[in-house]
């Protein structure tokens, strides 16, 4: 039987060659050659005619495939994923290095093992250390399987009965097809391959931690994240205790979903009280703090906005901003200027969204705007008052979606007084005894309501 042979593809135009080159012969770009392997026709299964293909069929007539869908035990998780997890897909968890990735899937593997059958595949740590981790996490863990290893073509053999499988690493596996090392562009794209075989026919679902690049992408090939169902993205400091996991890719949820972590010496615990994460307690005291409700996926969080103004001691002024869009901040500076008078264009700007949330949603202009007038004027915001909508060129607040669920989230938190696009003042009018609703139409109208004196 003829062996199967590899040939090195470039990643930018696709050529081939018979052997690695630094620079590809074709499109002339460096270090784009990755090795892949080819199936000799003798060994390829024979192809069936076009004949035996099921016949086209309406949309409407096709049967409802239903996903039953099994809870991780850890709530946060399961509702990043939309809901629980689905069985037969691919979940990729990727993030810096010491995050928690190995940490709070160790614990789902656990908690999954109460019920199925669950093989956790460490191909980074040894047995040992792996139940050690376990020990300290005092969980449950006398039904989990572990297998330690680097050969993906054996794991195949270990899967009679699984129903859910941690891979710990992709970057850290490989395959005998290929003759490179593990964590190729090659090696990553065929194991992830074989997986989603796996995965598919055999109903399946693979938990699989991916490695970050300096950048902070997945490493590997962009053909890992497109075979995955599911990429999730585990964000934070080391040298805090919060994490934020983000769904950036879901076949079965909301992309937009943040689930928020806690890591404490028991583990990894889902918060679900954002309160103390996303709003400081000295909000009010000082000038440049904001409030504004944002929606993420299903839920609403309200979260603080803080600015920071200063002159600037060269001839072109900074612009730095963490959570909300460079470009959209710039735009809000150009209508302040334009429209209400408040000059920045001598003046270093900064923005920073408390806890590491990115507000990419138009309904968070107004409270930008709120929070740089603050700064601007020295006079601090109310710290029982939120405001949210969407500002335009010519300083109109407009209307924005979820404005009942917003107002709702201000009135659980306790929040007295509201700011609302003025087209938004029909649906919440029901909330009107419970808190000061300010319907606001322009953005100097805002202004004048937020800091009166200066008006």
Not at 34 to 48: D, H, L, N
Not at 149 to 163: A, H, K, R, T
Not at 166 to 188: K, P
Not at 196 to 203: E, G, H, P, Q, V
Request: with cysteine; aromatic share 8%.
């Amino acid at each position: 039987m003829a062996k199967t042979s590899t040939v090195f593809v470039c990643s930018e135009c696709g050529a081939t060659s018979p052997r690695w080159l630094g620079r590809c012969p074709s499109c002339g770009k460096y270090n784009t050659l990755a090795e892949e392997a080819v199936t000799p026709i003798a060994q390829r299964p024979a192809a069936k005619s076009a004949f035996t293909l099921p016949r086209a069929q309406r949309l409407n007539s096709v049967t409802y495939e239903k996903y039953d869908r099994v809870s991780s035990g850890i709530s946060e998780f399961d509702t990043v994923l939309g809901g629980g997890i689905v069985p037969g897909s691919l979940v990729l968890l990727g993030g810096d290095p010491g995050i928690g990735k190995s940490t709070i899937l160790t614990q789902i593997a656990a908690n999954l093992s109460q019920k199925h059958k669950v093989l956790y595949f460490s191909a980074e740590e040894s047995c040992s250390q792996v139940k050690m981790r376990a020990e300290r996490l005092r969980l449950k863990y006398d039904d989990l399987l572990i297998l330690n290893g680097n050969c993906i073509d054996g794991l195949e053999n270990e899967l009679d009965g699984v129903e859910y499988c941690v891979i710990d690493s992709v970057q850290a596996i490989y395959t005998d097809d290929l003759s490179s090392s593990s964590g190729s562009v090659g090696q990553v794209r065929e194991c992830a391959t074989k997986l989603m075989r796996l995965a598919k026919s055999r109903n399946i679902t693979f938990f699989i931690i991916g490695h970050v690049t300096k950048e902070g992408a997945l490493a590997g090939p962009k053909v890992l994240e497109h075979i995955m169902d599911t990429v999730l993205y585990f964000e934070g400091e080391n040298q805090e205790n919060y994490r934020i996991l983000r769904a950036v890719k879901n076949r079965f949820g909301n992309v937009s979903e943040v689930g928020v972590f806690e890591m404490t010496g028991e583990g990894i615990e889902a918060v679900s009280d954002y309160s103390g994460i996303f709003l400081s307690e000295s909000r009010g005291q000082e000038a440049g703090c904001s409030v504004t409700p944002s929606q993420t996926g299903n839920r609403c969080m309200n979260v603080e906005i803080q600015t920071l103004i200063a002159r600037t001691g060269y001839g072109t002024p900074r612009r730095m901003s963490l959570g909300v869009d460079y470009n959209k901040l710039t735009l809000l500076l150009a209508v302040l200027e334009k429209r209400c008078g408040l000059r920045f264009s001598d003046r270093d700007v900064y923005v920073n969204v408390m806890g590491g949330i990115k507000l990419t949603e138009p309904a968070c202009d107004l409270a930008v705007c709120a929070a740089l007038a603050s700064a601007y004027l020295d006079i601090p915001v109310d710290k029982y008052t939120a405001a949210f909508g969407e500002v335009g060129l010519t300083g109109e607040v407009r209307a924005v979606q979820y404005a009942e669920k917003r107002v709702q989230e201000c009135v659980k938190m306790g929040f007295k007084r509201v700011l609302i696009p003025a087209k938004n003042m029909k649906s919440v009018s029901k909330y009107a005894d419970k808190i000061g609703i300010v319907p606001v139409l322009y953005l100097s109208t805002m202004i004048k309501n937020l800091f009166p004196k200066e008006g």
